[in-house]
């Protein structure tokens, strides 16, 4: 039963669906509109995945492109690898955290000002494993390490949206929608370069191309030719024995370069339709959810939400992330330190998400400029990261997106100067604080209410 619940809750299509079902019928819609929301909700998460398999699969010969062209070894950050490698020994653990912790996203949000339900169920599972991980070797165990696990991971589901949403609202024009991915804490430093960096400067999306080059203003065109020239130059560098034997199973390296470049395109292509279904569907439905269950709650999701907002931003933050991975690259060198890979996967999602986030609050520059300082954050995390997981900190990969190098660091350290009674009554008291400042504001409130 328990695996039947986690594989639902992981899955993230199924668990917007079942939201969207709740919330439909919440609203008592008819037969009709409740079938139809549920599974245009579905087959949006569906296309987007589709979209994410297509762009992954054209990016993982890039990267093995670069390491062979350039020669470099080190450890490549991949959130499903570690987890994969970790669920062995703590599967149990990962599903009973991740199980309450959801529930406990879902308390704080009805009863604290922190009205953000977190539906990104992959970066639930994954966070759920990482706690699991870094408390087991603290030494928790039992109904103390699911309390302990499950309130930590309930808390930063309802606190990194409330961070992203201020730079949300300036996205997207309004405050429908919240955001989502373990990434926050990149996303949240781009928007303050941004906002640092970008007095004047002009958004991305506003491009002056003579009539002959108008044709560039298309995302697709313009992400093809950009990702076309960086193929080539990674195929060049490996050289066309190396691709051919290896990679294109026979066919000709350039061929096959331009070919992983116009895929990549065509991923981000679909991409962006499953996100346009998606918000067509969720918004609508999760108004139910609001209404009934947890008033005022705003549904957090995955980082291409952000994407149709500002297009030539998600390119120039990959690409400006990516090229601060090679900078980090070469620093850690320089320190004798464990070298961390670009991943190509991570800079793109994550470099193309803090691209819109410091494109909305210092244009152009705060794109190129916050995604850089992202790219940078990325990799020297897990750097810090790799001692607090214990024997998993000696596998070849490690957590890539900035949150879990954050929040693993604080409470790896966190279990190596205090006690597990210490930790469970730092983490119980949090809570407890973050729901009287909420009832005592409440309160005031409808003092106000009242006296008007």
Sequence with gaps: MLDLLVDILSVPSILVGVIALVGLLLQKKSASDVIKGTLKTILGFIVLGGGAGILVGALNPFGELFQAGFNVQGVVPNNEAIVALALEEYGTATALIMVFGMLANILIARFTRLKYIFLTGHHTFYMACMIAVILVVAGFTGVNLILVGSLTLGLIMAIFPALAQPTMRKITGNDNIAFGHFGTTGYVLSAWIGKLVGKDSRSTEEMDLPKNLGFLRDSSISISLTMGVLYII??????????????????????FAILQAITFAAGVFVILQGVRLILAEIVPAFKGISEKLVPDAKPALDCPIVFPYAQNAVLIGFLSSFAAGVVGLFILGQLKWTLILPGVVPHFFCGATAGVFGNATGGRRGAVLGAFSHGLLITALPVMLMPVLGSLGFANTTFSDADF???GIILGKMADSLSKGMITSIIVGVVVVIALISIKFKAKQEEITEEI
Excluded at 234 to 247: M, Q, R
């Design 234 to 255: 990674v195929a060049i560098a490996s050289g066309a024995s190396y691709v051919e034997s290896n990679l294109s199973d026979g066919q000709n390296f350039i061929v």
């Design 405 to 407: 190098g954050l929040v």
